[in-house]
């Protein structure tokens, strides 16, 4: 690969790339092959946080949090090359912070700022605002799979300090239209000699009959030793 990557979205026989800097365009790589395709010469311009690929293999979503303000972007995947960014219409209105999360069953897309956009395959219509969560900060979402309830962990966030460490991290049943609160428990800790440590996810998903959510958590100990662990917590998701 002739730049550093940020990150990867795969699709089929066909993978993505996206660099690190922002004078680099994506690259096409086919993964039976490892044929590389520059997908275009021109300059992005971009810095790139997150990027998703939608269901459909035909768009991707990037998230842009090095730039002021910060937005969200469209991509179209074509043939044999991608289309250049278009951002959504806001424009920096909304905080987009970092992770960026897309949810299948109701065709939408969470920011790690907690802010919700509707998805439609016409751009005039694509990344409409639907909602946010206000001053928090989302590890992870998840949502049923008839889409009539999300699962988020979630922390309080500052102006000053988008993401805090010291802030506790919660899970939180929402119903996904108005964002409103059902329920919500604490993140589980991690148990060691002299007390429990605060844990952060990183990645979750519902148990298979969706009374659960299975986490991916890790932890800082003394010294920023890293802990890393897997935890199912129950919480009544009706």
Same mark, same amino acid.
């Given at each position: 690969?002739?730049?550093?990557? @940020?990150?990867?979205?795969?699709?089929?026989?066909?993978?993505?790339?996206?660099?690190?800097?922002? #004078?680099?365009?994506?690259?096409?790589?086919?993964?039976?092959?490892?044929?590389?395709?520059?997908? !275009? #010469?021109?300059?992005?311009?971009?810095?790139?946080?997150?990027?998703?690929?939608?269901?459909?293999?035909?768009?991707?979503?990037?998230?842009?949090?090095?730039?002021?303000?910060?937005?969200?972007?469209?991509?179209?995947?074509?043939?044999?090359?991608?289309?250049?960014?278009?951002?959504?219409?806001?424009?920096?209105?909304?905080?987009?912070? @970092?992770?960026?999360?897309? /949810?299948?069953?109701? !065709?939408?897309?969470?920011?790690?700022?907690?802010?919700?956009?509707?998805?439609? &395959?016409? @751009?005039?219509?694509?990344?409409?605002? $639907?909602?946010?969560?206000?001053?928090?900060?989302?590890?992870?979402?998840?949502?049923?799979?008839?889409?009539?309830?999300? &699962?988020?962990?979630?922390?309080?966030?500052?102006?000053?300090?988008?993401?805090?460490?010291?802030?506790?991290?919660?899970? &939180?049943?929402?119903?996904?239209?108005?964002?409103?609160?059902?329920?919500?428990?604490?993140?589980?800790?991690?148990?060691?000699?002299? @007390?429990?440590?605060?844990?952060?996810?990183?990645?979750?998903?519902? $148990? !298979?009959?969706?009374?659960?959510?299975?986490? /991916?958590?890790?932890?800082?100990? $003394?010294?920023?030793?890293?802990? &890393?662990?897997?935890? $199912?917590?129950?919480?009544?998701?009706?």
């Amino acid at each position: 690969m002739p730049f550093a990557v @940020g990150d990867v979205v795969v699709d089929g026989t066909r993978a993505i790339a996206f660099s690190t800097t922002d #004078d680099s365009p994506p690259i096409l790589v086919d993964v039976i092959t490892g044929e590389m395709t520059q997908v !275009n #010469d021109r300059s992005w311009l971009r810095s790139y946080s997150v990027v998703r690929l939608h269901p459909d293999g035909k768009r991707v979503y990037s998230a842009s949090t090095d730039l002021s303000p910060n937005d969200i972007y469209r991509m179209d995947v074509l043939d044999e090359t991608i289309s250049l960014p278009v951002d959504s219409r806001y424009h920096g209105q909304h905080d987009i912070c @970092g992770g960026l999360w897309l /949810l299948f069953a109701t !065709n939408r897309l969470a920011s790690g700022c907690g802010t919700f956009f509707q998805l439609a &395959v016409d @751009g005039a219509d694509d990344i409409t605002y $639907t909602g946010s969560l206000e001053s928090v900060w989302i590890s992870g979402i998840v949502e049923s799979s008839d889409g009539s309830l999300l &699962v988020a962990s979630i922390r309080e966030r500052t102006d000053l300090d988008p993401s805090p460490e010291d802030a506790p991290e919660r899970l &939180v049943v929402l119903e996904p239209r108005f964002l409103e609160v059902q329920r919500e428990v604490p993140l589980p800790a991690f148990r060691v000699a002299g @007390g429990d440590l605060p844990a952060r996810a990183f990645m979750l998903g519902l $148990t !298979n009959n969706e009374n659960g959510v299975a986490l /991916l958590l890790e932890a800082k100990g $003394t010294g920023q030793k890293q802990m &890393v662990g897997v935890k $199912t917590v129950t919480i009544p998701m009706r």
